[in-house]
């Protein structure tokens, strides 16, 4: 089959989690066209190779604000903005099927992936849009919303199960969205569990948009003098590759699949943003945490406290966030001790891909 296989560009997390499914597909000999744009598409790029078409196509900005105030004005501007950005993702896709012809199109968070002439998948773990204040007739409006995109696809699939849920309300216990015709799948990440030496004492992960990954990145920084052991630092940069060392620091500009994979499995104690998908890394791997939400995100300032609730994570706010006293509160958390299967996530939404087509 020839698939069009689009990816949400908001951090690295939404290309990560696409490549095990897109490797797959790959495997059984299908031809992908992978839509995305900035690092993500980069990343994906240097993942895949030649083994893929590519099409760099901008979509939305995301909505981020420093509190809730600031958060409803500025929605009343991103509205507009989201739409426009939309029908110009629409149009441009218009233009790629209209040069050749395509048999199904999967989207990993983009609205602006589908078309009413071919099976198209919507992949998501977001089915309600958070605001600040857990506002309850918001929420409702934004299952509505995303009801009025849903119906422009095939199938709605969810990287997570039924019950004990990563991602929480994002994904359960809705209002007016029928859980039943969603397909719950399981996890997906582009890594697995292995059994190494936990040589690494502090693995810090960082990713996201900017300016906020910057700020993280030179507040985090400051703070390593104290700690010792083994700290290894990974930027999220993925424009280049470099690798340095000082003392017992050594940072990596970007890192490969394989890299990121074995540097999870060996450290003790990971510090990262509250991206979904980074959620589902450490599901998968097993590894403890601290979280740090993007200022302004909403989901990941909902996924730290979710999680720390449930006594699996610690988290700390980006301008508050203390390593030395911050690590102590890592180490009384249990991580997450179920066991995940990314293969059999695949395997599902493969046979979704087939059903469908």
């Known amino acids: 089959m020839k698939i069009i296989y689009g990816v949400c560009s908001w951090g690295l997390g939404h290309a990560t989690r696409s490549l095990p499914v897109i490797r797959a597909l790959l495997k059984e000999d299908h031809q992908l066209?992978?839509?995305?744009?900035?690092?993500?598409?980069?990343?994906?790029?240097?993942?895949?190779?030649?083994?893929?078409c590519y099409e760099d196509i901008q979509d939305y900005p995301m909505l981020l604000s420093e509190n809730s105030r600031q958060f409803l004005a500025k929605s009343a501007v991103y509205w507009p903005v989201f739409i426009h950005r939309i029908e110009q993702g629409l149009a441009s896709l218009q233009t790629i099927l209209n040069k050749q012809q395509y048999d199904c199109i999967i989207s990993d968070g983009r609205y602006d992936m589908y078309s009413k002439h071919i099976p198209s998948l919507f992949i998501s773990h977001q089915m309600r849009i958070m605001n600040p204040l857990r506002i309850k007739m918001l929420e409702r409006g934004s299952e509505r919303f995303n009801l009025f995109f849903f119906n422009r696809f095939s199938d709605i699939i969810v990287p997570d199960t039924k019950t004990d849920s990563l991602s929480g309300d994002l994904s359960h216990n809705l209002k007016l969205i029928d859980e039943d015709e969603i397909h719950y799948v399981g996890p997906l990440s582009d890594f697995r569990r292995k059994t190494l030496p936990k040589t690494i004492d502090y693995l810090i992960s960082l990713s996201g948009p900017e300016p906020q990954r910057s700020m993280l990145e030179a507040r985090l920084m400051a703070q390593l003098a104290p700690l010792s052991g083994n700290i290894v630092v990974t930027l999220g940069k993925t424009e280049t590759a470099t690798k340095t060392k000082t003392r017992n620091i050594t940072t990596y500009s970007s890192v490969s699949r394989t890299t990121r994979e074995n540097l999870l499995n060996k450290a003790k104690l990971v510090i990262a943003r509250s991206g979904y998908t980074t959620i589902m890394d450490l599901a998968v791997v097993g590894t403890k945490a601290l979280l740090i939400p993007t200022p302004g995100q909403i989901e990941q300032e909902y996924l730290a406290t979710y999680h720390q609730s449930l006594g699996q994570f610690a988290t700390a706010t980006q301008h508050a966030v203390d390593l030395t006293t911050d690590i102590g509160r890592i180490k009384a958390t249990t991580g997450i001790t179920k066991t995940h299967s990314v293969n059999k996530t695949v395997e599902r939404i493969l046979d979704i891909v087939t059903q469908r087509t």
């Open 33 to 52: 066209t992978v839509i995305s744009h900035d690092r993500a598409l980069t990343l994906l790029q240097s993942e895949l190779g030649d083994q893929a």
